[in-house]
């Protein structure tokens, strides 16, 4: 079945440096990826996506590259703040199971002064 | 302002008591679903709606039941909750369609069955 594998979290990083959250995935055919982060006592917001291969989504200074030779969906953010604290989900849908998002365990990000 | 509502926001009941979680969208979207968010395992779906009266099982459905009686409602109910349902539930909905749409998420159910 389809699945999502992302890196383990808690990230722990210092204010202004590179952030990279892994993601990869199984799936049949030609999914939608996305990722969601989710802020502290709040519900999951869409940071970004890609629905199909090559893309880049991008968003709030975050990016990610959909690519299909690797399934990967790889996160990445040049310079975090304080307020990019959170926890990231990456996503992914397909056309046989329209409407549900197949999410992986989730990485706790948080960014120190 | 688009938003998807829950309530209650947090719950404390004991083995048994019967509840329900109602989630309300005022987007006009046609699907809606409720997914739990369990450490480990990130967020899987429980019960989803393609429009009024279709409803259908997600991945979790054992010991949940929904209803769609209208567009902007899709209460979540537990008949007999057990403890293995103490999880943090979430209401998303968005429009049929296209693969890449964007989904819109509650603010979230922590939900603590004793």
């Known amino acids: 079945g389809d699945s999502v594998t992302q890196m383990e979290g808690p990230v722990t990083l210092s204010e202004e440096a590179f952030l990279t959250i892994n993601c990869t995935y199984t799936?049949?055919?030609?999914?939608?990826l996305f990722w969601y982060v989710q802020y502290p006592g709040e519900g999951l917001q869409l940071l970004l996506k890609?629905?199909?291969?090559?893309d880049k989504g991008s968003n709030k200074g975050f990016e990610a590259t959909y690519r299909k030779e690797t399934t990967s969906f790889h996160l990445e953010k040049g310079s975090v703040q304080v307020s990019d604290s959170a926890v990231y989900f990456c996503?992914?849908?397909?056309?046989?199971?329209?409407?549900?998002?197949?999410f992986g365990a989730g990485t706790q990000v948080v960014v120190t002064p | 302002e688009a938003q998807v509502t829950q309530n209650p926001r947090y719950l404390i009941t004991v083995t048994g008591k019967k509840l329900t979680v109602t989630c309300s969208q005022n987007?006009?979207?046609?699907?809606m679903s409720w997914y739990r968010q369990d450490p480990g395992l990130g967020l899987r779906q429980i019960y989803y709606?393609?429009?009024?009266?279709?409803?259908d099982k997600g991945d979790v459905p054992e010991g949940y039941k929904v209803s769609r009686k209208e567009k902007r409602n899709f209460p979540l109910i537990l008949e007999s909750p057990s403890p293995n349902q103490t999880s943090l539930y979430f209401c998303?909905?968005?429009?049929?369609?296209?693969?890449?749409?964007?989904?819109?998420f509650g603010p979230g159910t922590r939900l603590t069955v004793l």
């Open positions: 998303a909905s968005t429009i049929a369609g296209s693969s890449g749409n964007e989904q819109f």
């Open positions: 799936a049949t055919g030609y999914p939608s």
């Open positions: 890609a629905t199909k291969a090559d």
């Open positions: 996503a992914l849908m397909t056309t046989d199971s329209w409407g549900k998002l197949q």
């Open positions: 987007m006009n979207h046609e699907y």
């Open positions: 709606s393609m429009n009024v009266e279709v409803t």
